[in-house]
């Protein structure tokens, strides 16, 4: 597992998380959902940290998120909200798995 002291170092597993980060519409991550790969990752939780555990493999920590409903993979019902609304998610690849979190409304249009 990577230290904490670690993750923030340049080239670090976070400095990379926070490069590779971007924005997609759901129209682009239905392939992915179709793939069972998607895990969504609630406003209250890190985007780049549950990254970090889900790629170091936090077993612990992921489990917490899970059970608390911070972090939960993609259900059909999800996949029918997000297709009717179809809204932006910032979006990171901790292999296999597609975290995305859906973008606040609150999000000015300047900063998408």
Do not use: N
């Amino acid at each position: 597992m990577t230290s904490e002291d670690d993750r923030s170092e340049p080239g670090s597993p976070r400095e990379r998380f926070v490069r590779e980060a971007g924005v997609l519409p759901w129209s682009e991550l239905v392939r992915h959902f179709a793939r069972g790969v998607v895990v969504k990752v609630g406003l209250d939780t890190d985007l780049i940290e549950a990254a970090l555990c889900f790629a170091d493999d936090d077993v612990s920590r992921v489990a917490a998120w899970l059970e608390a409903g911070h972090v939960a993979r993609a259900s059909d019902d999800d996949a029918r909200d997000w297709t009717s609304r179809e809204p932006e998610f910032t979006c990171i690849v901790a292999a296999p798995w597609v975290l995305v979190q859906e973008r606040s409304a609150a999000v000015p249009a300047s900063s998408r």
